[in-house]
């Protein structure tokens, strides 16, 4: 015999799984925007320091021009 009161939670247990599968995704989705945002901190650094050494190698092959 099927117990029709179990079924009863069903819906209460469908909305339990859907908030449970945002908020994973909610989650997952902030850890890509701080990975990426890390990334992109670490690609501006690295952008930075290669023109600040071209700056300086320009200024070292101007100062031998003058010479």
Do not use: S
Not at 19 to 47: N, P
């Amino acid at each position: 015999m099927i117990n029709w009161k179990v079924l009863d939670n069903v819906p209460m247990l469908l909305y339990i799984l859907a908030l449970k599968t945002l908020l994973l995704c909610l989650g997952f989705a902030g850890v890509k925007i701080y990975q990426g945002k890390k990334i992109e901190e670490a690609l501006k650094r690295e952008q930075a320091e290669k023109r600040k050494l071209a700056e300086q190698t320009q200024g070292l092959i101007d100062h031998l021009k003058e010479d």
